[in-house]
């Protein structure tokens, strides 16, 4: 077992160097993970936003962000998020298994915000990867009186968890967002099952859908001296 778990700590070795994103779509990429600052939504409040990639390798990748946002108390500032990265887009139907695994830790003063799997699918694999036909949302933790777009629908079972479906639309994307009823720190699930449910009981097009993005991240609404520390984050397309 010794053996084992030095080789494990070698696999999850840190970078030598840290990189830092503190610009507003600051990007970084490694090991077929990437990383992006994004502060798409700063111009709604105040604040600042640094992102930090700890460690990154074809077994995933570790990260933390470290922000303070006011004003614009129900407008999203960012999503700063790590991401495989997708070369080859595919049909949603096509895909065997989507197996993740997120083990995460939140801190911070008065926080408002999500942790969340974010998800873009279109009809055309060359759409822009900012937005899609449908979004896919998995909230594995929610802080403050923050909710999803839309209403909530019902409340569903997968992966032999409770999960509150809310549906709306953004714009003319539809957005289907799981959240659990507490937070889930330690992750690892088939994230297809998620797409398999909705293509089964809510009429998503999994046949006519291509696989855009596959992203983790944290959307901050207010909060101060807030940090979000992702230990592990895996993420596999089969």
Partial sequence: MKGS?????????????????????SYYANGGY???????????????????IDWSNSNGAGWHVDWTWSGGQDNV???PNSALQIKNKRIVSSISNMQSAAAWSYSGTNV??????????????????SSGDYELMIWLGRY???????????????????WELWVGMNGSMKVFSFVAASPVNNFNSDVKQFF????????????????LTFQFGTEPFTGSNAK???????AHVN
């Fill in 112 to 129: 408002r915000a999500n942790v969340a799997y974010d998800l873009f699918t279109a009809s055309d694999p060359n759409h822009s990867t």
């Fill in 5 to 25: 778990l030095v080789f494990l700590a070698g696999l999850f070795a840190p970078l030598a160097l840290a990189q830092s994103l503190c610009d507003q779509y």
């Fill in 196 to 211: 398999n449910y909705l293509a089964n009981s809510q009429s998503y097009p999994a046949s006519r859908q291509y696989l």
């Fill in 228 to 234: 979000l520390t992702v230990t592990n984050f895996n």
């Fill in 34 to 52: 990437e990383f992006n600052n994004n502060r798409w939504g700063q111009s709604s409040g105040s604040g600042s936003q640094c992102t930090y």
């Fill in 144 to 162: 403050g009186n923050v909710q999803p777009i839309g209403s909530k629908q019902t409340t569903v079972n997968i992966e032999g968890r409770s």
């Fill in 77 to 79: 500032k960012a999503y």
